[in-house]
């Protein structure tokens, strides 16, 4: 059983230690409040380009100064942004552990003073170039924004990806960065969790030195977002530079840890995984009809999404390649799974999730992700449990609930000479 | 503004990193066994190395490494593919199979309860694979069509193109997956002849890390292995780099292209090579991480994009040395002379102490955040295992990168780096490009993806 202690410093800051000797190693991890969900519209994007300026130099750290910092101990960083959430995050030799403290701190108590519009600009080109590598320049590239554009109503905020678009990347003032960092960087609004070799009466003392004086912010602004469920599949074809036709889908489902979402995160196992799961199974293997299939639901805060995507081979028409997946999934609801599947997907869950705990950074950002959506890092102990406990029954029901197509967005990518 | 803020708080007392023990055997048919002890989580790593690659593969059979690695899956011993992924899921299991240029792969990641029937599973795919034909009709019209995609990928056409100019139609001028004529031309007796002649024990390894007793394994890996029979060693292959006597420049036409896949480089180093520690430390500074020279300047000074690097790609023989970057089409021209700049200035031995120390002591420090899982400690005793490393290799890490001095990177940087004779390939839209491009002075070459001329 791993030792998590948790406790709250007088600014609101959230705290998680979790001692472990056994690499002399330290994970440093704070997860912030704030992602692409809070962006107001003609700012999409904001979210993440303020996450690179969140690298770029503080009061008293230089521009390129933390990654400098990190790097030359032997330390790798990074951070990401989503809808939800935004994180940072360094590992280093143990030793180490004062130094990624007040990196943290300084950025999250004395970012401004450093800020200018030269970084500004720099750093929204990269993420212009960024949009341009993942998105623009690549097959399919666009397709997860197609199906947020589809599957969430405008006034929601799953309706962009955080990626954001060229034209408001543009927009990005040095007033936006002030007034984001006001209103969301701030101790009460982060969870700092600390991973690895420490002795945990020293980092309370070192926690408390760099961050206790940070002051907390004042009431956060209302912000709520209210999902309507879809009235009706929402469909589209996309005509793109790309040799084959692709299906991508977007189900609804509730927030993630919700009953319902762990039981679909299942399904997704038995639907779509190895080459024993339903769809590989039918599609690929038996009728070959698709180059690949795969399923899987994202670890979500505000609601829930299953997606699904399938390749047409050379030659194979998409209406036929849907209702093949329609059959299965058909197939799946009136017939059930058996008990070697549902087994199968348990023990892949339980993998998975070994694996997400095994190194001390990705241990780091789990403990954070627990604590900031669920307000309780301890649930690393408990997080299997409703797993273990799903019947075939309960992911049938899911399946039959969910995967009905009047609860889904379908984009159809179709080569350009093909539309 | 409180005074602990002002400078960067000094580093505690360095705790001691030891790689994990590795017990060593080798079976009476020559299969060598490695097992390495970590406990922090009830996981095993179960590795097969074939040192035989894509390297192997005949010219006209470009891609038949690949596609056997492909097929072990499909069917071994008494079971078929799909009874192999049923099993291996109810044992928490997955299976993973595939070739590179040096070597093929078959491994298994599994709760460390179930090592033993994993074992007796590993060792059906390693050398009583069936092959199926059914199988290998769909396999290989599955790569097929993954060749056909990446006509669609910068990243890969760019690939392609730039190991194509520089070693010809031979070793590591094609790529690992082929292309639609070699793999048109496979049959299944090319992959069984394939498989019978570089799947032998004496030409692998089995790696296990993990949650184990390296008594058990020893015991279960000797069960299990102990019926695949040696057979000749494959001859060694050989590679055909196209030498250039100056530097040029060719452009491969993507018209919808929003950004220009640049890639800039010359033939490298084997892994084998004696300056391999001097050529790490260089290339590091040079463009090998974040805080990079190339990087720094094309992305934090310039803007220009989201990520460059440099790699040696050091392999059984001389693999290539590149620097790659996307970058906006309209700065495509300055994006290749900064990075031909940067390539001047490192053999100049222009290296500053600060640059110099930060780089070592990142190579040397991040060593045990990369050796965390059990998963990492199998990849660093399968690269042992591949180029021959030495069995203190890990241990005298730290030491040899720490040796490294100024002198050494300004002479290896002399020796291995040559921008005066460099392939440029740029992936791009060409009526945007063609121009900017034509003031480097350098001849410039156009081509279609497929690496045909254009006229």
Redesign the interface.
């Given at each position: 059983m791993l030792s998590i202690e948790h406790y709250r410093l007088g600014n609101g800051l959230r705290v998680v230690l979790n001692e472990d000797h056994?690499?002399?190693?330290v994970a440093v991890n704070v997860w912030y409040h704030v992602g692409s969900k809070n962006e107001r519209r003609g700012r999409t994007g904001f979210a993440h380009l303020f996450e690179h300026m969140l690298f770029s130099g503080s009061?008293?750290v230089g521009?390129?100064e933390h990654?400098?910092?990190v790097?030359?101990?032997?330390?790798?960083l990074n951070g990401t942004t989503f809808f939800d959430r935004t994180n940072y995050y360094e590992?280093?030799?143990?030793?180490?552990?004062?130094?990624a403290l007040?990196l943290e701190?300084?950025r999250m108590g004395?970012f401004l003073p450093a800020l200018t519009q030269e970084k500004l600009?720099?750093?929204?080109?990269?993420?212009?170039?960024?949009r341009?590598?993942?998105y623009?320049?690549?097959?399919y590239g666009t397709a997860f924004e197609r199906l947020l554009n589809l599957g969430y109503d405008a006034d929601y905020s799953y309706h962009w990806p955080t990626i954001g678009s060229m034209e408001d990347l543009g927009a990005a003032s040095l007033d936006d960065i002030r007034e984001f960092f006001g209103t969301w960087y701030r101790p009460d609004n982060a969870v700092l969790t600390v991973v690895g070799?420490f002795s945990p009466s020293e980092a309370k003392e070192l926690i408390e030195?760099y961050f206790a004086?940070i002051a907390p912010g004042g009431t956060f602004p209302k912000f709520s977002l209210e999902r309507r469920p879809l009235d009706g599949e929402r469909r589209e074809q996309f005509a793109d530079?790309?040799?084959?036709p692709r299906i991508y889908r977007l189900y609804h489902l509730p927030r993630m840890g919700d009953r319902d979402w762990i039981h679909a995160d299942l399904l997704s196992t038995v639907l779509a995984s190895?080459?024993?799961?339903r769809l590989d199974?039918a599609l690929?293997?038996e009728q070959?009809i698709a180059?690949d299939v795969a399923a899987y639901v994202l670890p979500t805060e505000s609601t829930g999404m299953l997606l699904l995507h399938a390749?047409a081979?050379?030659g194979v028409d998409t209406e036929k390649l849907e209702k093949a997946i329609d059959d299965e999934i058909a197939r799946l609801v009136a017939g059930g799974i058996t008990e070697?599947e549902l087994?199968?997907a348990k023990?892949?869950a339980?993998?998975d999730f070994?694996?997400q705990?095994?190194?001390?950074?990705t241990r780091a950002d789990t403990i954070g992700m627990l604590a900031t959506y669920f307000g309780d890092p301890t649930m690393i102990h408990r997080w299997l449990d409703p797993y273990q406990a799903a019947s075939a029954a309960d992911l049938t029901d899911v399946a039959a609930r969910y995967l009905v197509a009047s609860n889904r967005a379908t984009s159809v990518f179709v080569p350009t000479e093909a539309a | 503004m409180t005074d602990f803020r002002a400078t960067a708080p000094l580093p505690g007392p360095p705790r001691k990193y030891q790689f994990p023990h590795v017990t060593r055997r080798t079976l009476p048919n020559g299969l060598r066994v490695l097992v390495a002890e970590n406990h922090t989580a009830p996981l095993v790593s179960m590795r097969t190395l074939v040192r035989s690659g894509a390297d192997r593969d005949p010219a006209e059979l470009a891609g038949v490494a690949g596609l056997t690695a492909d097929l072990l899956d499909e069917g071994a011993g008494s079971r078929d593919a799909i009874r192999l992924a049923e099993d291996i899921g109810l044992l928490g299991g997955s299976l993973g199979t595939g070739a590179d240029w040096d070597a093929a792969y078959a491994s298994i990641d599994v709760l460390s309860r179930n090592a033993r029937p994993t074992a007796e599973i590993l060792a059906d795919v390693s050398f009583r694979a069936t092959l199926p034909e059914d199988a290998f009709d769909r396999v290989r019209n599955e790569r097929l069509t993954d060749i056909l995609q990446q006509r669609d990928e910068p990243s890969a056409i760019a690939g392609k193109r730039f190991a194509s100019l520089l070693y010809g139609t031979g070793v590591y001028g094609n790529s690992v997956i082929g292309t639609n004529e070699t793999v048109s031309r496979i049959t299944l007796d090319d992959v069984r002849r394939y498989y019978a002649q570089h799947y032998l024990p004496n030409n692998s390894s089995l790696i296990v890390a993990g949650d184990v007793d390296p008594d058990d394994v020893a015991n279960l890996a000797e069960k299990a292995f102990a019926a695949w029979t040696r057979g000749p060693e494959p001859p060694a292959p050989k590679i055909a780099p196209q030498p250039f006597d100056s530097s040029r420049v060719y452009i491969i036409d993507r018209p919808q292209a929003v950004q220009s896949e640049i890639r800039i480089g010359h033939v490298g180093v084997p892994r084998s090579c004696e300056d391999y520690f001097p050529l790490s430390v260089m290339n590091a500074l040079l463009g090998g991480v974040f805080n990079s020279r190339i990087n720094l300047n094309l992305r934090e000074k310039h803007g220009y994009t989201y990520g460059a690097r440099s790699a040696f790609s050091f392999r059984r023989m001389a693999g290539p040395f590149v620097v790659a970057a996307p970058v906006r089409n309209e700065v495509t021209r300055e994006s290749v002379t900064e990075i031909l700049a940067e390539l001047r200035r490192i053999r100049t031995g222009d290296v500053e102490d600060r640059e110099l120390d930060d780089t070592k002591n990142y190579l040397m420090g991040v060593f045990p955040a990369t050796v965390q899982s059990s998963s990492d400690i199998a990849g660093r005793l399968l690269d042992m295992e591949l180029y021959g490393l030495p069995e203190d290799y890990f241990d005298r890490y730290r030491e040899n990168i720490g040796a490294v001095s100024k002198d050494h990177i300004a002479r290896v940087a002399e020796k291995y780096i040559d921008p005066d004779r460099a392939l440029i390939v740029v992936v791009g839209h060409a009526a945007q490009i063609r121009e900017p491009l034509g003031s480097l002075g350098l001849p410039i070459h156009e081509l279609d993806i497929e690496g045909a001329p254009i006229a």
């Open positions: 056994s690499a002399p190693l009061e008293h521009n390129n990654f400098r910092y790097q030359s101990i032997g330390g790798v590992m280093l030799p143990s030793n180490y552990l004062a130094l007040w701190s300084d004395f600009d720099i750093q929204r080109e990269v993420v212009k170039e960024e341009r590598q993942r623009d320049n690549v097959p070799d030195k004086d530079r790309v040799q084959l190895d080459k024993a799961s199974r690929v293997h070959q180059q390749t081979k050379e070697d087994t199968r023990n892949r339980e993998v070994a694996h705990i095994e190194n001390h950074d | -």
